[in-house]
Protein backbone atom coordinates (compact mmCIF):
# COMPACT_ATOMS: atom_id res chain seq x y z
CA UNK A 1 0.00 0.00 0.00
CA UNK A 2 1.26 3.51 -0.78
CA UNK A 3 0.88 5.97 2.09
CA UNK A 4 1.61 9.46 2.63
CA UNK A 5 3.09 10.60 6.42
CA UNK A 6 1.72 12.94 8.01
CA UNK A 7 2.96 15.20 10.59
CA UNK A 8 -0.27 15.20 13.74
CA UNK A 9 -0.27 18.60 14.45
CA UNK A 10 -0.29 19.54 10.40
CA UNK A 11 -3.07 16.83 10.41
CA UNK A 12 -5.36 18.63 12.72
CA UNK A 13 -4.80 21.58 11.59
CA UNK A 14 -5.65 20.96 8.14
CA UNK A 15 -8.59 19.04 9.12
CA UNK A 16 -9.73 22.39 11.31
CA UNK A 17 -8.92 24.42 8.86
CA UNK A 18 -11.72 22.67 6.60
CA UNK A 19 -14.43 22.35 8.49
CA UNK A 20 -14.10 25.34 9.47
CA UNK A 21 -14.22 26.71 5.88
CA UNK A 22 -17.66 24.51 5.90
CA UNK A 23 -19.20 27.06 8.97
CA UNK A 24 -17.63 25.48 11.65
CA UNK A 25 -16.81 27.49 14.52
CA UNK A 26 -13.18 27.48 15.03
CA UNK A 27 -13.32 25.58 18.50
CA UNK A 28 -15.60 22.94 17.15
CA UNK A 29 -13.66 22.58 13.82
CA UNK A 30 -10.54 21.93 16.09
CA UNK A 31 -12.34 19.25 18.24
CA UNK A 32 -13.23 17.31 15.17
CA UNK A 33 -9.81 17.43 13.83
CA UNK A 34 -8.65 16.90 17.23
CA UNK A 35 -10.97 13.41 17.64
CA UNK A 36 -10.46 12.33 14.22
CA UNK A 37 -6.77 12.59 14.27
CA UNK A 38 -6.52 10.80 17.83
CA UNK A 39 -8.32 7.67 16.13
CA UNK A 40 -5.39 7.39 13.66
CA UNK A 41 -3.12 7.76 16.26
CA UNK A 42 -4.95 4.75 18.14
CA UNK A 43 -4.22 2.58 14.89
CA UNK A 44 -8.24 3.02 13.97
CA UNK A 45 -7.72 4.96 10.74
CA UNK A 46 -11.28 3.28 9.87
CA UNK A 47 -12.36 6.18 12.68
CA UNK A 48 -10.19 8.92 11.82
CA UNK A 49 -9.62 11.57 9.01
CA UNK A 50 -10.71 9.01 6.67
CA UNK A 51 -14.14 10.44 7.85
CA UNK A 52 -13.37 13.95 6.51
CA UNK A 53 -15.11 13.78 3.00
CA UNK A 54 -18.14 12.02 4.40
CA UNK A 55 -18.54 14.14 7.33
CA UNK A 56 -18.37 17.24 5.21
CA UNK A 57 -20.80 15.79 2.49
CA UNK A 58 -23.20 15.17 5.78
CA UNK A 59 -22.85 18.82 6.53
CA UNK A 60 -23.68 20.65 3.67
CA UNK A 61 -26.43 18.17 2.95
CA UNK A 62 -27.83 19.00 6.83
CA UNK A 63 -27.55 15.71 8.40
CA UNK A 64 -25.27 16.45 10.64
CA UNK A 65 -25.36 20.20 12.33
CA UNK A 66 -22.44 22.53 13.43
CA UNK A 67 -23.01 24.22 16.78
CA UNK A 68 -25.25 22.07 18.39
CA UNK A 69 -25.74 21.17 22.18
CA UNK A 70 -27.35 18.97 23.96
CA UNK A 71 -31.33 19.20 24.74
CA UNK A 72 -32.56 17.75 28.03
CA UNK A 73 -34.83 15.13 27.46
CA UNK A 74 -35.63 13.22 30.79
CA UNK A 75 -33.05 13.52 33.94
CA UNK A 76 -32.90 12.37 37.87
CA UNK A 77 -30.10 12.52 40.07
CA UNK A 78 -28.21 9.41 38.68
CA UNK A 79 -29.33 9.36 35.24
CA UNK A 80 -30.01 11.22 31.75
CA UNK A 81 -31.72 11.08 28.50
CA UNK A 82 -29.91 13.78 25.91
CA UNK A 83 -30.65 14.74 22.26
CA UNK A 84 -27.89 15.62 20.30
CA UNK A 85 -29.56 17.51 17.81
CA UNK A 86 -27.81 16.12 15.22
CA UNK A 87 -24.69 17.92 16.17
CA UNK A 88 -21.15 16.97 15.54
CA UNK A 89 -21.10 13.62 17.58
CA UNK A 90 -17.21 15.18 18.62
CA UNK A 91 -19.08 18.05 20.19
CA UNK A 92 -22.16 16.51 21.78
CA UNK A 93 -20.49 13.05 22.89
CA UNK A 94 -18.31 14.64 25.38
CA UNK A 95 -20.91 16.96 26.53
CA UNK A 96 -22.91 13.64 27.31
CA UNK A 97 -20.33 12.11 29.22
CA UNK A 98 -19.84 14.64 31.19
CA UNK A 99 -23.19 14.71 32.28
CA UNK A 100 -22.30 11.00 33.39
CA UNK A 101 -18.94 11.64 34.85
CA UNK A 102 -20.95 14.09 37.25
CA UNK A 103 -23.48 12.45 38.71
CA UNK A 104 -21.57 9.04 38.73
CA UNK A 105 -19.57 11.20 41.11
CA UNK A 106 -22.07 12.41 43.52
CA UNK A 107 -24.39 9.70 43.13
CA UNK A 108 -21.63 6.69 42.75
CA UNK A 109 -23.12 5.56 39.28
CA UNK A 110 -24.74 6.43 36.63
CA UNK A 111 -27.08 6.32 33.08
CA UNK A 112 -26.75 8.49 30.08
CA UNK A 113 -28.39 8.00 27.23
CA UNK A 114 -27.48 10.47 23.78
CA UNK A 115 -29.82 10.11 21.08
CA UNK A 116 -29.72 11.71 17.39
CA UNK A 117 -25.62 12.43 17.55
CA UNK A 118 -23.84 12.75 14.57
CA UNK A 119 -20.76 9.84 14.18
CA UNK A 120 -19.39 9.51 17.63
CA UNK A 121 -16.35 8.35 15.88
CA UNK A 122 -13.88 5.73 18.04
CA UNK A 123 -16.05 5.33 21.01
CA UNK A 124 -12.86 4.45 22.84
CA UNK A 125 -12.82 8.30 23.33
CA UNK A 126 -15.56 8.54 25.84
CA UNK A 127 -14.00 5.61 27.59
CA UNK A 128 -10.74 7.60 28.32
CA UNK A 129 -12.87 10.27 28.78
CA UNK A 130 -14.46 9.06 32.00
CA UNK A 131 -11.43 6.72 32.88
CA UNK A 132 -9.37 9.98 33.06
CA UNK A 133 -11.86 11.22 35.55
CA UNK A 134 -11.49 7.54 37.65
CA UNK A 135 -14.45 5.79 36.38
CA UNK A 136 -15.34 2.82 35.35
CA UNK A 137 -17.74 3.08 32.24
CA UNK A 138 -19.86 0.88 29.50
CA UNK A 139 -20.93 2.10 26.19
CA UNK A 140 -23.70 0.58 23.95
CA UNK A 141 -23.90 2.22 20.85
CA UNK A 142 -26.13 2.36 17.35
CA UNK A 143 -26.65 3.56 14.67
CA UNK A 144 -30.43 4.89 13.75
CA UNK A 145 -31.28 4.97 9.88
CA UNK A 146 -29.22 2.74 8.42
CA UNK A 147 -28.48 -1.18 8.15
CA UNK A 148 -25.09 -2.50 7.66
CA UNK A 149 -24.81 -6.04 8.88
CA UNK A 150 -26.28 -9.29 8.54
CA UNK A 151 -27.67 -11.10 11.40
CA UNK A 152 -26.31 -14.83 12.38
CA UNK A 153 -28.05 -16.82 10.19
CA UNK A 154 -29.33 -13.99 7.72
CA UNK A 155 -28.24 -12.60 4.62
CA UNK A 156 -30.19 -9.08 4.65
CA UNK A 157 -28.79 -6.33 6.37
CA UNK A 158 -30.80 -5.82 9.94
CA UNK A 159 -28.11 -4.14 12.40
CA UNK A 160 -25.67 -1.64 12.26
CA UNK A 161 -22.12 -1.77 12.99
CA UNK A 162 -22.76 -1.10 16.96
CA UNK A 163 -19.84 -0.67 18.85
CA UNK A 164 -19.28 -1.77 22.82
CA UNK A 165 -16.80 -0.40 24.86
CA UNK A 166 -15.57 -0.77 28.20
CA UNK A 167 -12.83 0.99 30.18
CA UNK A 168 -11.18 0.14 33.22
CA UNK A 169 -9.61 3.60 34.86
CA UNK A 170 -6.22 3.38 36.43
CA UNK A 171 -4.43 6.55 39.33
CA UNK A 172 -2.60 8.57 36.74
CA UNK A 173 -5.87 9.41 34.40
CA UNK A 174 -5.75 6.92 31.69
CA UNK A 175 -7.60 3.80 31.34
CA UNK A 176 -5.74 0.72 32.41
CA UNK A 177 -7.72 -1.63 30.32
CA UNK A 178 -9.95 -0.10 27.11
CA UNK A 179 -12.10 -2.87 25.46
CA UNK A 180 -13.69 -0.63 22.33
CA UNK A 181 -14.98 -3.10 19.23
CA UNK A 182 -17.38 -2.77 16.47
CA UNK A 183 -20.16 -5.99 16.67
CA UNK A 184 -19.33 -6.66 12.92
CA UNK A 185 -16.37 -8.39 11.99
CA UNK A 186 -14.79 -5.18 11.19
CA UNK A 187 -15.53 -1.85 11.23
CA UNK A 188 -17.40 -0.86 8.36
CA UNK A 189 -14.77 1.94 8.63
CA UNK A 190 -12.32 -0.79 7.86
CA UNK A 191 -13.94 -1.70 4.65
CA UNK A 192 -13.73 2.17 3.35
CA UNK A 193 -10.19 1.98 3.92
CA UNK A 194 -9.80 -1.64 2.16
CA UNK A 195 -11.66 -0.14 -0.94
CA UNK A 196 -9.44 3.03 -1.19
CA UNK A 197 -6.61 1.00 -0.89
CA UNK A 198 -5.66 0.61 2.32
CA UNK A 199 -5.36 -2.63 4.77
CA UNK A 200 -8.02 -5.30 2.86
CA UNK A 201 -10.49 -7.00 5.32
CA UNK A 202 -10.33 -10.86 6.59
CA UNK A 203 -11.81 -12.87 4.18
CA UNK A 204 -14.76 -13.91 6.19
CA UNK A 205 -15.57 -10.33 6.54
CA UNK A 206 -18.60 -9.80 3.46
CA UNK A 207 -21.50 -12.00 3.00
CA UNK A 208 -23.41 -11.70 -0.52
CA UNK A 209 -27.26 -11.70 -0.97
CA UNK A 210 -26.25 -15.46 -2.29
CA UNK A 211 -24.79 -16.38 1.07
CA UNK A 212 -21.22 -16.44 -0.96
CA UNK A 213 -18.97 -15.44 1.81
CA UNK A 214 -15.58 -12.85 0.85
CA UNK A 215 -13.66 -9.97 1.73
CA UNK A 216 -14.84 -7.64 -1.40
CA UNK A 217 -15.39 -3.69 -0.46
CA UNK A 218 -18.10 -3.85 -3.30
CA UNK A 219 -20.48 -6.24 -1.15
CA UNK A 220 -20.99 -2.64 0.55
CA UNK A 221 -20.38 -0.11 -1.82
CA UNK A 222 -21.08 -1.98 -4.96
CA UNK A 223 -18.48 -0.65 -7.47
CA UNK A 224 -16.48 1.63 -6.33
CA UNK A 225 -14.32 3.24 -8.86
CA UNK A 226 -13.78 6.85 -9.61
CA UNK A 227 -15.91 7.64 -6.60
CA UNK A 228 -14.52 9.04 -3.44
CA UNK A 229 -17.76 9.18 -1.03
CA UNK A 230 -18.59 5.80 -0.73
CA UNK A 231 -22.01 4.96 -0.27
CA UNK A 232 -23.23 2.03 1.43
CA UNK A 233 -26.90 1.76 0.04
CA UNK A 234 -25.07 0.46 -3.48
CA UNK A 235 -24.14 -2.70 -2.04
CA UNK A 236 -25.95 -5.98 -2.22
CA UNK A 237 -24.29 -7.95 0.46
CA UNK A 238 -23.83 -6.49 4.32
CA UNK A 239 -20.91 -7.15 7.01
CA UNK A 240 -21.22 -10.11 9.38
CA UNK A 241 -20.99 -9.78 12.88
CA UNK A 242 -18.27 -11.64 14.83
CA UNK A 243 -18.33 -14.40 16.64
CA UNK A 244 -21.09 -16.37 15.06
CA UNK A 245 -23.95 -16.16 17.28
CA UNK A 246 -22.30 -14.36 20.16
CA UNK A 247 -21.54 -11.12 18.48
CA UNK A 248 -25.17 -11.03 16.86
CA UNK A 249 -26.38 -11.44 20.16
CA UNK A 250 -24.46 -8.27 21.47
CA UNK A 251 -25.38 -6.69 18.20
CA UNK A 252 -29.11 -6.86 18.98
CA UNK A 253 -28.56 -6.04 22.91
CA UNK A 254 -26.65 -2.97 21.41
CA UNK A 255 -30.11 -1.59 19.47
CA UNK A 256 -31.98 -2.31 21.96
CA UNK A 257 -30.44 -0.72 24.72
CA UNK A 258 -28.78 2.29 22.06
CA UNK A 259 -31.61 2.16 19.98
CA UNK A 260 -34.70 1.61 21.95
CA UNK A 261 -33.45 2.68 25.36
CA UNK A 262 -32.73 6.16 24.98
CA UNK A 263 -35.17 6.65 22.16
CA UNK A 264 -32.92 7.53 19.52
CA UNK A 265 -34.31 5.04 17.34
CA UNK A 266 -33.11 1.21 16.14
CA UNK A 267 -31.73 0.10 12.66
CA UNK A 268 -34.17 -0.11 10.03
CA UNK A 269 -35.07 -0.54 6.57
CA UNK A 270 -33.69 2.29 4.54
CA UNK A 271 -36.02 4.63 3.21
CA UNK A 272 -36.61 4.09 -0.73
CA UNK A 273 -33.23 1.99 -1.01
CA UNK A 274 -31.15 5.16 -0.07
CA UNK A 275 -29.42 5.77 2.58
CA UNK A 276 -30.15 9.75 4.50
CA UNK A 277 -29.67 10.82 7.58
CA UNK A 278 -27.70 8.15 9.97
CA UNK A 279 -26.87 9.32 13.88
CA UNK A 280 -25.80 7.61 16.39
CA UNK A 281 -27.08 6.87 19.98
CA UNK A 282 -25.29 5.76 23.26
CA UNK A 283 -25.75 4.37 26.22
CA UNK A 284 -23.40 4.86 28.91
CA UNK A 285 -23.58 3.41 32.22
CA UNK A 286 -20.90 5.10 34.95
CA UNK A 287 -19.31 3.61 37.87
CA UNK A 288 -17.15 5.09 40.43
CA UNK A 289 -15.30 2.55 42.16
CA UNK A 290 -14.57 4.89 45.44
CA UNK A 291 -17.88 5.79 46.06
CA UNK A 292 -18.76 2.13 45.58
CA UNK A 293 -16.42 0.89 48.27
CA UNK A 294 -14.36 -0.57 46.12
CA UNK A 295 -11.10 1.19 47.21
CA UNK A 296 -8.44 -1.55 46.23
CA UNK A 297 -10.21 -1.93 42.80
CA UNK A 298 -7.46 -0.58 40.07
CA UNK A 299 -4.47 -2.73 42.06
CA UNK A 300 -6.68 -5.64 41.95
CA UNK A 301 -7.69 -5.17 38.34
CA UNK A 302 -3.82 -4.52 37.44
CA UNK A 303 -2.80 -7.65 39.10
CA UNK A 304 -5.34 -9.51 37.83
CA UNK A 305 -4.68 -8.21 34.16
CA UNK A 306 -0.76 -8.65 34.52
CA UNK A 307 -1.70 -12.61 36.24
CA UNK A 308 -3.88 -12.56 32.76
CA UNK A 309 -0.92 -11.33 30.20
CA UNK A 310 1.63 -13.74 31.93
CA UNK A 311 -0.41 -16.48 29.99
CA UNK A 312 2.65 -18.83 28.18
CA UNK A 313 2.43 -17.21 24.58
CA UNK A 314 0.71 -19.79 22.22
CA UNK A 315 3.00 -19.02 19.33
CA UNK A 316 6.68 -18.26 19.67
CA UNK A 317 7.69 -15.09 20.41
CA UNK A 318 3.87 -13.87 21.07
CA UNK A 319 2.51 -12.66 24.02
CA UNK A 320 -0.98 -12.12 25.48
CA UNK A 321 -1.86 -8.00 24.57
CA UNK A 322 -4.02 -6.10 26.99
CA UNK A 323 -7.30 -4.62 26.00
CA UNK A 324 -6.01 -0.64 24.88
CA UNK A 325 -2.57 -1.84 24.40
CA UNK A 326 -2.01 -2.22 20.87
CA UNK A 327 -4.20 1.71 20.75
CA UNK A 328 -1.14 3.06 23.33
CA UNK A 329 1.51 1.40 21.49
CA UNK A 330 0.48 3.26 18.47
CA UNK A 331 -0.31 6.09 19.69
CA UNK A 332 3.65 6.61 21.05
CA UNK A 333 4.63 6.09 17.29
CA UNK A 334 2.45 8.16 15.27
CA UNK A 335 2.98 10.63 17.68
CA UNK A 336 6.52 10.55 16.93
CA UNK A 337 6.46 9.36 12.92
CA UNK A 338 3.31 10.81 12.09
CA UNK A 339 0.25 9.21 10.97
CA UNK A 340 0.51 7.43 7.75
CA UNK A 341 -2.23 7.67 4.80
CA UNK A 342 -2.97 5.58 2.01
CA UNK A 343 -2.22 7.84 -0.85
CA UNK A 344 -6.02 7.42 -1.93
CA UNK A 345 -7.26 8.22 1.23
CA UNK A 346 -5.38 11.40 1.63
CA UNK A 347 -6.21 12.70 -2.20
CA UNK A 348 -10.14 12.21 -1.15
CA UNK A 349 -9.12 14.72 2.23
CA UNK A 350 -7.52 16.70 -0.60
CA UNK A 351 -9.70 16.94 -3.32
CA UNK A 352 -12.70 18.24 -0.24
CA UNK A 353 -10.17 20.71 1.33
CA UNK A 354 -9.91 21.58 -2.09
CA UNK A 355 -13.87 22.07 -2.88
CA UNK A 356 -13.98 24.62 -0.38
CA UNK A 357 -10.91 26.71 -0.48
CA UNK A 358 -8.36 24.92 2.22
CA UNK A 359 -5.20 24.88 0.36
CA UNK A 360 -3.00 21.21 1.63
CA UNK A 361 -0.51 21.55 3.55
CA UNK A 362 2.94 21.03 1.47
P1 LIG B 1 -10.71 -3.98 16.62
O1 LIG B 1 -11.23 -5.20 15.97
O2 LIG B 1 -9.38 -3.46 16.20
O3 LIG B 1 -10.66 -4.30 18.19
C1 LIG B 1 -10.17 -3.31 19.05
C2 LIG B 1 -10.22 -3.81 20.46
O4 LIG B 1 -9.54 -5.06 20.60
C3 LIG B 1 -9.46 -2.85 21.36
O5 LIG B 1 -10.01 -2.90 22.64
C4 LIG B 1 -8.04 -3.43 21.34
O6 LIG B 1 -7.26 -2.99 22.42
C5 LIG B 1 -8.34 -4.90 21.39
N1 LIG B 1 -7.29 -5.70 20.77
C6 LIG B 1 -6.84 -5.62 19.50
N2 LIG B 1 -5.89 -6.55 19.28
C7 LIG B 1 -5.74 -7.23 20.44
C8 LIG B 1 -4.93 -8.33 20.83
N3 LIG B 1 -4.05 -8.91 20.01
N4 LIG B 1 -5.05 -8.79 22.10
C9 LIG B 1 -5.92 -8.22 22.97
N5 LIG B 1 -6.73 -7.19 22.64
C10 LIG B 1 -6.64 -6.71 21.38
O7 LIG B 1 -11.75 -2.76 16.53
P2 LIG B 1 -12.94 -2.54 15.49
O8 LIG B 1 -14.05 -3.49 15.74
O9 LIG B 1 -12.36 -2.49 14.14
O10 LIG B 1 -13.42 -1.08 15.91
C11 LIG B 1 -12.62 0.03 15.58
C12 LIG B 1 -13.21 1.28 16.12
O11 LIG B 1 -14.41 1.58 15.44
C13 LIG B 1 -13.56 1.28 17.60
O12 LIG B 1 -12.90 2.38 18.19
C14 LIG B 1 -15.07 1.49 17.63
O13 LIG B 1 -15.52 2.28 18.71
C15 LIG B 1 -15.30 2.21 16.34
N6 LIG B 1 -16.67 2.08 15.83
C16 LIG B 1 -17.50 3.14 15.92
C17 LIG B 1 -18.79 3.05 15.41
C18 LIG B 1 -19.75 4.20 15.48
O14 LIG B 1 -20.89 4.04 15.07
N7 LIG B 1 -19.39 5.33 16.00
C19 LIG B 1 -19.22 1.86 14.83
C20 LIG B 1 -18.34 0.79 14.78
C21 LIG B 1 -17.06 0.90 15.28
Redesign the pocket.
Known amino acids: MQTTTIPVATLRDFVAAIFAAAGCEAEEAARIGRYLVS ?1 NL ?1 G ?1 D ?2 GVIRVPRYIHWLQLGYVRAGQRLSMVSEGPSHAIVDGNYGF ?1 QTVAPLAVDLGIARARAQGLAVVGLRHAG ?6 DWGERAAAAGLVSLHF ?1 N ?1 AGGELVAPFGGVDRRF ?4 I ?1 IAIPDEQGGPLL ?5 T ?1 L ?5 VLVASQGGKPVPEDALIGPDGSISGDPRQLYGEIAGSHVRDAAQGLGALRTFGAHKGSGIALMCEILAGCLTGGGTSGPVAGGKRGRIS ?1 SMLSIYLDPAHLGAVDFVRQARDYAAYMAASRPSEPGGR ?8 AATRRARERDGVPLSTGTWAAICETAQALGVAAPA
Open positions: AAHSHGHIGRVGVVSTNPCLLDFASVAEGKNVLLPGEPE
